[in-house]
């Protein structure tokens, strides 16, 4: 019997914590929201005036099996699958430094090697398709768009070289990005304003747990867990900050009737 009212004891004592620090939050949520703000305005400052932007251009490839191509070029079903199944073929051939090499040296790309253009250079394909696409990624927002043209371009080569019967064409060629790629403005804001709010959250509620004043009649039952005898009253409260309630009236009542 004992164990059991001691764990009643124990939720209504835990019941009680968590309302009085759902409270204590509530109390502050001024404060939170205020340092959420914060903390979305220093978000968006980084990601806009520290953080270096990138821009990406994409150029969108197919690649048709000549095989499974009736004679008048008609492209059925076979050819499709065949096209599908070799896509991560011409992948790999698109992002080789042998293709890097020759975009450099046959469309003119300066500034890089071909490892770091290797870098900038993406690949990505839809599900059961021949179509495939060449992202290129980097600081100059003009340039990028002309890469991967390029890459493209020589990707179209390099597969019709190593692949025997097939070709590939440009459906889609890159465009000049209106907008960066990285970072993203809206939500390095919106986790500046998360984190600007669960730091000030996270403050109010240790500052809560190391405060030990007693503020309340109920925190001495915790604190020496006896019952209350009595409470004495704030006289200065209950009669309006003036005399202690035995009668002799305020400074200002006293100076009326004289």
């Known amino acids: 019997m004992q164990s059991e009212e001691q764990e009643i004891q124990e939720k209504e004592e835990k019941t009680v914590d968590l309302f ?23 978000g968006y400052a980084v990601s806009s005036f520290l953080m270096t932007p990138l821009y990406s251009a994409t150029a969108v490839l197919y690649v048709n099996n000549q095989k499974t191509v009736s004679y008048q070029n008609e492209i059925n079903t076979s050819a499709l699958n065949a096209s599908a199944r070799l896509v991560p073929t ?38 059961q398709t021949g179509v495939f696409t060449i992202t290129v990624e980097g600081e100059d927002q003009f340039y990028v768009a002309d890469i991967a043209n390029a890459v493209a371009e020589v990707s179209t080569l390099e597969i019709s070289k190593y692949v025997e019967g097939t070709t590939a064409s440009i459906i889609d060629s890159a465009r000049v990005p209106e907008q960066k790629s990285y970072p993203s403005d809206r939500r390095n804001t919106l986790i500046g304003g998360l ?29 020496l867990s006896a019952p209350i005898l009595g409470v004495i009253p704030n ?13 002799y009236g305020s400074r200002d009542a006293k100076s009326e009737k004289a």
Do not use: N, Q
């Not at 669960?198 to 915790?222: A, H, L, M, N, T």
């Open 20 to 42: 009085e620090l759902f409270e204590v939050v509530r109390g502050k949520l001024l404060w939170i929201a205020a340092f959420a703000m914060l903390g979305a305005a220093i």
């Open 90 to 127: 011409y992948e790999a051939i698109a992002k080789t430094k042998t293709a890097m090499r020759r975009a450099i040296e046959e469309k003119g790309i300066k500034g890089y090697t071909p490892d770091e253009l290797l870098s900038m250079v993406s690949t990505g394909s839809s599900e």
């Open 195 to 223: 984190v600007g709010a669960f730091i000030c959250g996270v403050y109010v509620v240790v500052r809560s747990f190391v405060d030990v004043r007693i503020k309340k009649s109920e925190d001495f039952s915790k604190v």
């Open 235 to 247: 006289m200065a409260e209950t009669h309006g900050g003036h005399g202690y309630g035995y009668g």
